[in-house]
């Protein structure tokens, strides 16, 4: 029966210590960037255009606004025409592999030579 007892005890006292960790740590909030109506200029606002010469997918020009910390992929053969990044530090990742960073609050176009992305992280 002491045996029991000591096992009861020690399964408590885990119990304890994993409620009182649970406690103690903080919650992490996961953070999306997700797409949202362009309501207003602290977004980040990006307007482009989908060319696919070879593969099934998007064409067209495309608008959209985006909020929230987090990545989000443009899919292949998105290019980039404008962007405004709002209260945003952004990073656009080109095709290529070459990072392009732009700090908050500005606007940048691209009319002759936009930049094929392949995805958008907001920081």
């Not at 002491?2 to 006292?13: D, G, H, S, V, Y």
């Not at 405004?84 to 908050?104: E, F, H, K, L, Y």
Request: a positive charge; one cysteine or more; glycine letters at 8%.
């Amino acid at each position: 029966m002491p045996t029991i007892r000591k096992t009861a005890q020690r399964l408590f006292a885990v119990a304890l210590l994993t409620a009182g960790l649970s406690l103690a740590t903080p919650a992490n909030t996961a953070l999306a960037m997700n797409q949202t109506p362009c309501t207003t200029g602290d977004l980040l606002h990006i307007w482009g255009h989908y060319s696919r010469p070879l593969i099934v997918g998007p064409s067209g020009p495309f608008e959209f606004c985006a909020a929230n910390a987090g990545t989000m992929g443009l899919g292949a053969g998105a290019w980039v025409d404008k962007i405004s990044t709002g209260n945003n530090d952004i990073q656009m990742n080109d095709a290529n592999g070459t990072p392009i960073r732009i700090s908050r609050w500005n606007i940048v176009t691209y009319p002759n030579r936009p930049p094929n992305i392949t995805s958008i992280q907001i920081f």
